[in-house]
């Protein structure tokens, strides 16, 4: 059953699908109201998941299960797989790019580039340090609202930072 993304607990299990380029704001509409109507109706083994999502900066969609509530299991994450992949299809856009990094430029616009020319950039130090990148790879919300938007030195891609 659908709840707002504001009513989850810390504890929910969240899934972050990153967009293979910017949505544009009909492609957000979309994409909300196809997943507001996956989230009314989302189960796992016959129980209503306490389900919500957002689209943020037009370039993610987090998908969340309160697990307080009841847990998704391994058949209803495949559904949800599934659904995701059936959304991208309707706005034609790969909402499961996980090659490309993204990070918040100089005036806090997301840009979205390939790994390689992130490096570049580091290098180049057009990046840096605390240059605030998305860490994707968080799995809750407690988590995701303190360590998603971090400075790349406090984020996996610490490891890709020029050696001083």
Not at 30 to 37: A, D, F, G, V
Not at 54 to 74: K, Q
Not at 138 to 144: I, P, R, S
Request: negative net charge; charged residues 25%; proline residues 2%.
């Amino acid at each position: 059953m659908y709840i707002p993304f504001e009513e989850l607990s810390e504890n929910s299990k969240i899934w972050i699908y990153q967009s293979g380029r910017k949505l544009t704001d009909d492609e957000v509409v979309k994409i909300s109201e196809q997943l507001h109507t996956y989230t009314q109706t989302w189960q796992a083994h016959g129980a209503d998941l306490r389900a919500s999502y957002r689209v943020m900066y037009n370039h993610f969609v987090v998908l969340a299960v309160d697990e307080d509530a009841n847990s998704a299991t391994g058949c209803s994450i495949d559904d949800s797989v599934r659904a995701m992949q059936s959304i991208q299809k309707v706005v034609d856009v790969d909402l499961f790019d996980r090659l490309s990094i993204t990070y918040k430029d100089h005036d806090g616009r997301v840009k979205l580039v390939s790994k390689k020319v992130f490096v570049e950039m580091l290098q180049t130090g057009e990046l840096s340090k605390n240059t605030i990148v998305f860490n994707n790879m968080v799995t809750q919300l407690g988590e995701f609202e303190k360590n998603w938007e971090i400075p790349a030195h406090e984020s996996w891609h610490s490891r890709l930072l020029p050696k001083t």
